[in-house]
């Protein structure tokens, strides 16, 4: 069955480091991963796509990474700061798909000052 | 652009209840989609649209109707309400899936 991984334990980082997201995936020949941002009690916020055919893509302080062999995303932060801790949600549209994502359980980040 | 709107944003159902909740959107997507949220199970896609008149299920479509008389409006329909439909309900649009805008999500409890 298809499978979208992402760690459910919260990561805990200190102000300044790099932070550093995984989602894994099974089963899935996705033709995009996007991430989306979570704060509590908000709806998701959009902040990266990245296609099959791209192996990473930078926004300011963003940066993700997509490796088809391995089946895997990294999301990185760079210069972290309190405000960057949320729930991160990664999503996959599969080619020849409806378009429609799915979303892994998200991880939370937290970020210490 | 006011986006995605969603009302209500709280409501409260006894068992056996049915009750509609509005998604609205102002971007002219074609692409609209219902969610569900609960704690450790993440998104969960109850039904979506690819343009008005057509919908299709998602994954955890029962008990749940949707129809797309227009581009803007996506109503999420619950027939006869269950505790286990105890959830936040997001509704999102975008252009041929890609970025996603979502709504401010309706916090629904079911007793």
């Known amino acids: 069955s298809q499978k979208i991984e992402q760690n459910s334990e919260a990561l805990n980082i200190q102000e300044g480091k790099t932070a550093t997201l995984t989602c894994n995936y099974t089963?899935?020949?996705?033709?995009?991963l996007q991430w989306y941002r979570q704060d509590p009690g908000r709806g998701p916020v959009f902040l990266l796509l990245?296609?099959?055919?791209?192996k990473e893509k930078r926004k300011e302080r963003l940066k993700v990474t997509f490796d088809t062999t391995l089946k895997q995303s990294l999301f990185h932060i760079t210069a972290s700061q309190p405000a960057d801790s949320a729930t991160y949600l990664c999503?996959?549209?599969?080619?020849?798909?409806?378009?429609?994502?799915?979303f892994g359980r998200g991880t939370s980040l937290i970020v210490h000052p | 652009n006011a986006g995605v709107t969603q009302t209500p944003k709280f409501q409260v159902l006894k068992t056996g209840q049915s009750m509609t909740l509005q998604c609205a959107q102002d971007m002219n997507h074609e692409y609209m989609s219902w969610y569900r949220q609960d704690p450790g199970m993440g998104l969960r896609l109850i039904h979506y649209s690819v343009g008005a008149g057509i919908t299709d299920q998602g994954e955890v479509p029962n008990g749940y109707n949707v129809s797309r008389s227009t581009t803007e409006d996506f109503p999420l329909r619950l027939l006869s309400a269950a505790p286990s439909q105890t959830s936040v309900y997001f509704c999102?649009?975008?252009?041929?899936?890609?970025?996603?805008?979502f709504g401010p999500g309706t916090r629904l409890t079911v007793t």
């Open positions: 999102a649009s975008s252009e041929q899936g890609y970025e996603q805008y």
């Open positions: 999503a996959l549209l599969s080619s020849g798909g409806s378009y429609i994502p799915t």
């Open positions: 089963n899935y020949s996705p033709a995009y």
């Open positions: 990245i296609r099959e055919n791209e």
